[in-house]
């Protein structure tokens, strides 16, 4: 995983509330199990309409509860491989928001007047070390929670935070090897 420290660019809006994951990825795209692939398949139908755009950018500004209904992880691997790298709403569903961090992809909750504001911004840039988002002049501050940003700011997914306790899995391994079989009395 990369780490997320700062980072800015262009601003992608989609301006619409509760948009569940089968609409970020639909279930016909779920075959693949490696993480890549996804971004071409990403809001697959509404890509149809002729008036769709949705223009590569690190930021993605959309509406509350972004990432509602099933908890699928091909979501956030989907918006991550199209480009985005920020999701910026009023709110999340937990497991999505969940989902997004474990794969280093940064969800930033701020207040609907701030993300309408900045729906109407070209470009923003993103701190996670002062956990704050600006734009324009202006600027939003989005709370994470202290290990999850610990983990982003690192770069640290499941398999290296694990990683990084060696020596203590070692020491459990090592203590609990036994000499023979195991038996017990009857």
């Known amino acids: 995983m990369e780490p997320i420290v700062t980072f800015q660019g262009g601003v992608s809006v989609l301006d619409r509330a509760d948009v569940d994951t089968d609409q970020i990825i639909p279930k016909q795209f779920l075959k693949r199990v490696e993480r890549s692939g996804f971004g071409e398949f990403l809001f697959h139908d509404w890509a149809k309409d002729t008036d769709w755009e949705l223009p590569v950018n690190p930021i993605l500004v959309t509406g509350r509860n972004f990432g509602c209904g099933s908890s699928r992880e091909h979501a956030p691997w989907a918006l991550e491989d199209y480009g985005f790298k920020a999701i910026v709403a009023p709110s999340f569903a937990d ?8 794969i280093g992809l940064l969800p930033i909750e701020i207040g609907e007047a701030d993300v309408r504001a900045l729906m109407g911004a070209e470009r923003a840039e993103v701190d996670l070390k002062a ?10 501050s989005f709370e994470i929670d202290p290990e999850t940003k610990h983990r982003l700011l690192n770069g640290l997914d499941d398999i290296a935070l694990t990683l990084a306790q060696d020596d203590a899995i070692a020491a459990y391994e090592r203590d609990r090897e036994r000499a023979g079989p195991v038996t017990t009395a009857l």
């Open 95 to 102: 497991i999505f928001k969940s989902n997004c961090t474990k």
């Open 131 to 140: 956990q704050e988002i600006r734009w324009d002049g202006t600027s939003a």
